[in-house]
Antibody, heavy 123, light 107 residues
Framework: EVQLVQSGGGLVQPGGSLTLSCAAS????????MNWLRQTPGRGLEWISY????????FYADSVKGRFAISRNNGKKSLSLQMNDLRDDDSAVYYC????????????????WGRGTLVTVSS | EIVLTQSPGTLSLSPGERATLSCRAS???????FAWYQHKRGQAPRLLIH???TRATGIPDRFSGSGSGTDFTLTISRLEPEDFAVYFC?????????FGGGTKVEL
């Protein structure tokens, strides 16, 4: 089955760290460009990070730059998001998401999503 | 930065009826790089439409997208029971990516 299965998330104190994981199955993960997005009731959906199929290109939104790190392991078909120095406004549902394009192209719209994982930053 | 505003916030309809969802951009969307998604509670969001009007793989033809510039529409010609969900739009023609706040289609 073609799917992205997310894990990680939970409750963390401000200033703390958390790692989100995403396991891919049923498709050529090593050819796929991947992203993390997050959603809150107040700010809606927000793109936060991108990693190309070969890890050669990485982008971050300004809101998380310097605090979050995206990575992937093509052999294990997995995507990760290391989140450090977490703030209250990082509380959100985080989605692992695949770009529609394969390989060197990027379309910036998304044809496969995980179900999301909730991150709550609170003391 | 483009802001996408969806209307109405909630659409109350019955199976078999036509649903018309609107998404308005604060600035013209480049090259009509525009998409629609469906999100059911507890499930992963699903791509419906990209490039304004191109249905994604496996999407039934009762879903159609139209529009240009700043005004875009998703139409569901005849609602099926499985179509009751939240729908959100996205522009990907310029940075930063932008998403609409969603329209809930309810019974």
């Amino acid at each position: 089955e073609v799917q992205l299965v997310q894990s990680g998330g939970g409750l963390v104190q401000p200033g703390g760290s958390l790692t989100l994981s995403c396991a891919a199955s049923g498709f050529a993960f090593s050819d796929s460009n991947m992203n993390w997005l997050r959603q809150t009731p107040g700010r809606g959906l927000e793109w936060i990070s991108y990693i190309s199929y070969d890890s050669g290109t990485i982008f971050y939104a300004d809101s998380v730059k310097g605090r979050f790190a995206i990575s992937r392991n093509n052999g294990k078909k997995s995507l990760s998001l290391q989140m450090n120095d977490l703030r209250d406004d990082d509380s959100a549902v985080y989605y692992c998401v695949r770009d529609k394009a394969l390989g060197p192209e990027t379309y910036w719209f998304f044809d496969l999503w995980g179900r999301g994982t909730l991150v709550t930053v609170s003391s | 930065e483009i802001v996408l505003t969806q209307s109405p916030g909630t659409l109350s309809l019955s199976p078999g009826e036509r649903a018309t969802l609107s998404c308005r951009a604060s600035q013209p969307v480049n090259s009509n790089w525009f998409a629609w998604y469906q999100h059911k509670r507890g499930q992963a969001p699903r791509l419906l439409i990209h490039g304004v009007s191109t249905r994604a793989t496996g999407i039934p033809d009762r879903f159609s997208g139209s529009g240009s510039g700043t005004d875009f529409t998703l139409t569901i010609s005849r609602l099926e029971p499985e179509d009751f969900a939240v729908y959100f739009c996205q522009q990907y023609g310029s940075s930063p990516l932008a998403f609409g706040g969603g329209t809930k289609v309810e019974l």
